[in-house]
């Protein structure tokens, strides 16, 4: 960051809000003075200002001549301490969450909108069940009921001792067992439960600074987010010179946008409940089944009628799942007591019931083979298929009705992203039933030798470890061909750097004169060429997310027909065959627990170490940016309290002051600038101007979310601002130009590219080589201070509101933290 901030032409008070990207900052580096103060905020975002201009705009005319730079630090919303690495273990339900965002633009398509969203909920809902049968597979089937019902796996433990059934102790009946071993996926889910309550008090309930719904001049949503069609009458009367239609408030603009308390608080309840009873079903299917060929009537009876308790509370949880979506168009301060209370606590009392039915007590009974994980995870993963299946029709038919060639995968990002999670749900749990049973089973493979102790998981689990190394294979395709064209282009490029600089080093005096340097444009050409890889992404992961459907169907199929692992499936097949099928189940296995212990080391690094933070930071930005729509246990959204922040900071700031105020964003924090200026009302927005730099508005947003980010939402923002400029470089690999042109009245928002390097080679200006910034330090170029100085000029200073408070424009002065 520059220490100083030039002088506007015009008078009155003027604030540079600074917002920082990916990765975070520290105040201090953003306003280039070691002496900071805290104005407002806390220890996870908090507004800064230099210790010299504390107090600017108490004193006339003090600090008038120049706009006050001032921080907003919100790195700590989304990085915190190491811990929140755990975050990353719910991945998956992160990533189901942006499949609910990325639904394409299409106004009067509100049927078709609600189904994508209900297909989208149901998807996180089969999500949280096979993350909970997964824990009961481990739990229940592998330790419980197969590792203490056979000798051989259960004498070498001394701590399984007591449940063996060699023992003939109290805990050795299986049902006894089960109910013991269900304190495991029931504490995983209470735990899911309390993150999920804990975040939602600290994100989801921040108020935003407008209230109220959307009045009759205006056009707001219905649920989910549909946009309503403009009435005809409206429409009508504007064409004859009339009243002017209403004006169309854009998605998060609405009052309700980031305000999920309701919705949250009513999915966390449901998926709760679903954990629950997941459990419950494991517990008492087994006990059942065995009542029914028993000579007690009675247990019998009470079996049956439990499993119909818990197929109506599954029931329930559907129906609340796909009740009702998000309401945007108000503040929705509403609590749904019978939902949130009831559902939870009648499904924890039906697994109370179901686990003193398995303790009951069966002499004789004895546990064989595997609980009927099998036929369960079969279920999920067709389950999960069809509605990724029905969520890419319906997601083609709303962008059918509104394409634009911009949009990621023709509209089909959303289908394509909910089945990556579905996939690393599966990847996870499968890995974790994987390397337990390989680690029970001691030297033998489950389900391929008889030497081993246990059956091992379900076969379905095998299939799909199976078929990863040939995902891998087909992934090698893709990256052979970006390879090939990130080559090509690199040398397409570098007649064009050549070009350009040739051109530039004419303008410049002391230039001495144009030397090319082969090494120099090779490089620059280099680091254009990888940051368009960015641009490649969609056509990646269409990739990806159609092998990884096929695959698994050929999984399932494959589990259904054969009824064995894959390499005993294939042993009549010859042994070429035979082989194959053996590597790829042994690779596989290996692979999913391998991924899964890096993918964990990795996370714990990525919050340890800044650098590692900054390399994945923004897809985990990306991801908790938005609220949590789908799946309630997703690691929490932190623009629900980054967003009202920004807003309350800038109508406090111009109501009080009168001033005019530049909201600066860099990467990141460029669209939490412009979600906040989406928020403000119209008097503050007329005083506010919007810098954005490296920025993926575009890039990224507008082409995954093309509903909230799109062209038309972008050029709403156009049009609802006084002046926005955008700056961004051909070498960034993240940030990019908006596409936003100008008309009669705007000028177009982006600037021409600019020059990465600042110049090509040495010069009496530049003596030593300039660096390739690439997404980074924007400030450090010309243009920035000229665009800022030209946003601040084009807005005009009003006279403040008079307050009977004493005058103190910072909120709360805090201490020096610097």
Known sequence: MTSATPAPQTGGPALELLVHGVGGTTPQEMLGDPRTVRITGDQKAAVFRRADDERAESGPGEHRDRPVPEAYCWSNLTSGNSARALWLLLLPFMVVNLAHWMRPRAKGRAGTTRLYGVLVRLIALSLTVLLTAAACEVALDLVAWQCAGVSACADGRSWLGFLSADQGGWWSQPGRRLALAAVVPTALVGLLWFLSNRTWSAYESQRPPTGGEVTDGEIGPDEDGADRPQPPAATTASAAGGTPPPAVRPALGRPGFWYGRR??????????AAGFLTVSAAVAGAAARHDRGADSAFREVFGLLLEGTIVVGVLAVVAVVIRRGRSERRLDARFDRIAVGALPAASLTVLALALVYAAWSR?????????????TFRVITLAQGALVVALGVAAFLLHRHAPHPRTALRGLAGPAVAMLACGLGGVMTGGVAQRVADWLDGPGTPGMDGDGSIPGPPILLSWQASVIPALLLVLLVPAVVLGVRTWRTSRRLAATVETEYAALDAEEADSGGWRPDSVRTRRIAGVRSRAGLTDEAPWLIGTVAGAALVLGVGAVLGAWVSGKVPGKAFGDSGDFAESVAETAQSLGSWLVGLGFVLFVTLGRRAYRDASARRTIGILWDVGTFWPRAAHPFAPPCYAERAVPDLTWRMCVWTEQTGGRLVISGHSQGSVLAAAAVWQLPTATRERVALLTYGSPLERLYGRWFPAYFGPAALTELRDQMDCWRNLWRPTD?????????????????DRAPLNDPLVYGRSRRHPLPEPILGHGDYQADPAFDLERRGLLDRLSPTVPRQSREPADTQGSSGRSSG
């Open 363 to 375: 002499p004789g009974w004895e546990s064989a083979g595997t609980l009927p994980g099998d036929v």
């Open 263 to 272: 919705l949250v608080a009513r999915l966390r309840a449901a998926h709760t």
């Open 733 to 749: 690999p993240i940030g990019g130009p908006v596409l936003v042109a100008a008309d009669g009245e705007n000028p177009p928002v």
